[in-house]
């Protein structure tokens, strides 16, 4: 059973920076592409960000590209997402979710999620 | 691709049938996905594939649908079934979602 944990969401000021983590369990996580979403009332539901199995490859959805950064430590089995230079609307709750089937970007299993306001 | 959800809210009874629309602005083919979220909750992946049931989901739930047109379909509404549920294309290089419909008891 793969399970997925994210913490490190909070409260930051405008311009600030946070770090994710989404910690896995499951024999799986060095074989899957993880990915970040986010919900927020006013957006709904937003892909983010995702990360290939070995780290190599990764994608950004347009709206953070250059702020963003994914990584991942598989001897950890961790994944990060680094965010700089937050905004306002990027207030959401953050997901990681583990790609259903290579290279078919649907979610199979999700984390609970982690809450991250940015404000003044 | 935009994706339209309908009805935005469909309120029934338990043991009624539920049937979800979700519409996208252009072809996806097969690659439509239906979640199921419940307050305080992750999402929960329930079809994808447009008719293909996740792993635990019970056979109430089907998709059906290709191309533009999908319908998710609870065929016996069960208490623990009210919920949000979003539609999600992978067929675009920029995965979205849609808005939701909630299904709420009547």
């Known amino acids: 059973q793969v399970e997925l944990v994210e913490s490190g969401g909070g409260v930051v000021q405008p311009g600030g920076s946070l770090r994710l983590s989404c910690e896995t369990s499951g024999s799986i996580f060095s074989t899957s592409s993880i990915h970040w979403l986010r919900q927020s009332p006013g957006e709904g539901l937003q892909w983010v960000a995702v990360?290939?199995?070995?780290?190599?490859?990764?994608f950004y959805v347009d709206s953070v590209q250059g702020r963003f950064t994914v990584s991942r430590d598989n001897s950890q089995n961790t994944v990060y997402l680094q965010m700089n230079s937050l905004r306002p609307e990027d207030t959401a709750i953050f997901y990681c979710?583990?790609?259903?089937?290579?290279?078919?970007?649907?979610?199979?299993?999700w984390g609970r999620g982690t809450l991250v306001i940015v404000s003044s | 691709v935009l994706l339209t959800q309908s009805p935005g809210t469909l309120s029934l009874s338990p043991g009624e049938r539920a049937t979800l629309s979700c519409r996208a602005s252009?072809?996806?083919?097969?690659?439509l996905a239906w979640y199921q979220q419940k307050s305080g909750q992750a999402p929960r992946l329930l079809i994808y594939?447009?008719?293909s049931r996740a792993s635990g989901v019970p056979d109430r739930f089907s998709g059906s649908g290709f191309g533009t047109d999908f319908t998710l379909t609870i065929s016996r509404l069960e208490p623990e079934d009210f919920a949000m549920y979003y539609c999600q294309q992978y067929g675009d290089s920029l995965r979205t979602f849609g808005q939701g419909t909630k299904v709420e008891i009547k």
């Open positions: 594939g447009a008719s």
């Open positions: 990360i290939s199995s070995d780290g190599g490859t990764k």
């Open positions: 252009q072809s996806v083919g097969s690659s």
């Open positions: 979710a583990k790609e259903g089937s290579f290279g078919h970007w649907y979610f199979d299993v």
